[in-house]
């Protein structure tokens, strides 16, 4: 336990990136095997997503040297304050971080942890709702540079407050981990919370991560204000979503354009893009005659920028993360995937549908560009392929692999 504080709860000090930071001792809240600790715990914190505050550092240092200036932060529900604490000691060229918590524990302990890490000074710890305090900054000079909103489970509850906080040109980040509607285990939630109608195929993570960009496009363009969506990632229980805002009635415009839907055959594995769902050429399945399913509306436009990629590289060779490696891997596949088609196939789901045995991905993606397709690997699923060839294609092409072999 830290010098000269307190808890009423077990804890230990861990370092993360740069800094050091007192959380609940997870071990000490493991009642049973099925008990999930960092839940348990009085004040959240999870070592796990310490790849994702890594990649968060990455985006917002990128984000910094694009705007070139200075910039302010706000993590409006920040538990331990971990995260908060390494954008203001890790990024350089930060003004400010303000942090916050709606519970009384979360805040003490966070404002400890500031004070620990010599923090006082750039970062203010409020004990506030998240929606109250975005809320409180979205007059004009009150506004960040960037929000990061990493709740549990939806971020939908925040995102019209997050958005108004945001000054033109800044960066919204939000996780969210209620992948059971998101990835169409509970449809009609997903439906109203998020607008859009998911579906549960095998590349239903890039549809979560599609649907959570859609719902932050129609509120941003309540707002006038359009998106981009620069980088995003799904990574064990949980999805991610960077999104840079622009303020103009004619940026919303083209945003909301983006909206769309994707239809896919569960019998022959076929997928395709459209405007409308229901326009009657695309009920029946062109390849096989049987009657598509759909998802949507979802952001149809990219789901990562090739040079945000590139320049989060950069950044991620200059700081030396326990992560880096896996970074590294993740940014290269996510910087091939910004240009190449939605949706991928997932090899073993073809294999088990033709009762073949499976061929590597390498092999299926050497000879889908040799047949003059584009194909790529997906960050989504070691297994998948992101190409824009036929599913029957592909599933010949998965045959003759096998048949050779
Ligand atoms: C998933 S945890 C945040 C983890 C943290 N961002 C990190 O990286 O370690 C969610 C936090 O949101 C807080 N919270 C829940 N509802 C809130 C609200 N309406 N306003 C502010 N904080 C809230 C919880 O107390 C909890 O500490
Ligand atoms: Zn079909």
Known sequence: MAEGFKTDFPC??????????????????????SDYAPSKAPVFYNPVMELNRDIAVLAFQTHQRIVKREISICE???????????????????????????????????????????LQD?????????SCLLSCHSAPRKRFDVVDVDPFGSPVPYLDS???????????????????????????????KYGGK???T??????????????????????????????????????????????????????????????HCFNCLHRETAK??????????????SKMDYSGPLWLERIFDKRFCELMAQENTRIAFKNSGKITKLLALAKDEAEAPATYYVIDKISAKLALPMPSVSNMLQNLRHKGFQAFPTHFNSRGIRTAAPALTVQKLLQKLVAAA
């Open 76 to 118: 409006p529900l920040t538990s331990s304050g971990i995260r908060g604490i390494r954008f203001a000691a890790e990024i350089h060229r930060v003004k400010k971080v303000v942090i916050s918590d709606i519970s009384e524990r979360a805040v003490k302990l966070a404002k400890y942890n500031v004070r620990l890490n010599g």
């Open 122 to 130: 750039r970062i203010t710890v409020q004990h506030k709702d998240a």
């Open 202 to 263: 095998e590349y239903c993570h890039e549809l979560a991560v599609r649907l959570l960009a859609g719902c932050i496009a129609t509120v941003a363009a309540k707002h006038d204000i359009g998106i981009r969506v620069v980088f995003s990632h799904s990574t064990d229980h949980y999805i991610r979503v960077y999104a840079r805002i622009s303020y103009g009635a004619k940026k919303a415009d083209v945003a909301v354009k983006n909206l769309a839907y994707i239809l």
């Open 162 to 192: 997050a958005i108004r906080a945001l000054r033109n040109n800044g960066l919204l980040t939000v996780t969210a981990t209620d992948l059971a509607p998101l990835c169409g285990v509970h449809s009609k939630a997903c439906v109203r």
């Open 276 to 289: 409308k769902p229901f326009a009657k050429r695309i009920e029946k399945c062109p390849e096989c005659g």
């Open 12 to 33: 230990e000090t861990v370092k993360e990136g740069k800094v050091k930071a007192v959380v609940p001792k997870l071990d000490a809240f493991v009642k049973q095997p």
């Open 198 to 200: 998911p579906l549960r």
